[in-house]
T-cell receptor
Framework: DQQVKQNSPSLSVQEGRISILNCDYT??????FLWYKKYPAEGPTFLIS?????DKNEDGRFTVFLNKSAKHLSLHIVPSQPGDSAVYFC?????????????FGGGTRLMVKP | KAGVTQTPRYLIKTRGQQVTLSCSPI?????VSWYQQTPGQGLQFLFE???????NKGNFPGRFSGRQFSNSRSEMNVSTLELGDSALYLC????????????FGQGTRLTVV
């Protein structure tokens, strides 16, 4: 039973345009969400996080939106750059119950074309 | 500030052997978590240690164990290795146990032959 799902295994966008990566979750206990970027054979790099008390968090070109009623979050990258090409994972935790235990989605491979 | 350091980076072991992986967290971070990444199962949580105590454990067999030392460094041990244990093992450090950003190391690529 996948509690965190990224339904798009891949996404291709043109340089300079917006990239939108989506993530759905089923566990209503999740109250903290994170996005990571990963290159092959390397550890994930933390990008941005959002607490369930917020619906939006911004950091430079990265914005995360959270829709609690739909149990859906998305990562927007504007403008997209070729260096953004990587696999993106969303992760969730139920901080009150399980502290730092992260449940990951399956990842979305983003390709940004010059 | 140094990041999370995992050693060794690569390891080849034979079925039935045991292996120990090491993780040094970011200075000041007291929580260390371990994850396994495989092509079929994705990133899966193994366990978390905070102040030398295991706080959470994922759904892995007892062959997978870990510990944390007083300086927050952590080790993970896998006994009686199986071919299916071949994976990228990732360590993440966090400032506290209250659910904060987790920063990952480069990982240890374990191959069981």
């Amino acid at each position: 039973d996948q509690q965190v799902k990224q339904n798009s295994p891949s996404l291709s966008v043109q340089e300079g345009r917006i990239s939108i990566l989506n993530c759905d979750y089923t566990n209503s206990m999740f109250d903290y969400f994170l996005w990571y970027k990963k290159y092959p054979a390397e550890g994930p790099t933390f990008l941005i996080s959002i607490s369930s008390i917020k619906d939006k968090n911004e950091d430079g070109r990265f914005t995360v939106f959270l829709n609690k009623s739909a149990k859906h979050l998305s990562l927007h990258i504007v403008p997209s750059q070729p260096g953004d090409s990587a696999v993106y994972f969303c992760a969730a935790s139920a901080r009150r119950n399980a502290g730092n235990m992260l449940t990951f989605g399956g990842g979305t491979r983003l390709m940004v074309k010059p | 500030k140094a990041g999370v350091t995992q050693t060794p980076r690569y390891l080849i072991k034979t079925r039935g052997q045991q292996v120990t992986l090491s993780c040094s967290p970011i200075s000041g971070h007291r929580s260390v978590s371990w994850y396994q990444q495989t092509p079929g199962q994705g990133l899966q949580f193994l366990f978390e240690y905070f102040s030398e105590t295991q706080r959470n454990k994922g759904n892995f067999p007892g062959r997978f164990s870990g510990r944390q030392f007083s300086n927050s460094r952590s080790e993970m041990n896998v006994s009686t290795l199986e071919l299916g244990d071949s994976a990228l093992y990732l360590c993440a450090s966090s400032l506290s146990s209250l659910g904060t950003e987790a920063f990952f190391g480069q990982g240890t690529r374990l191959t069981v032959v």
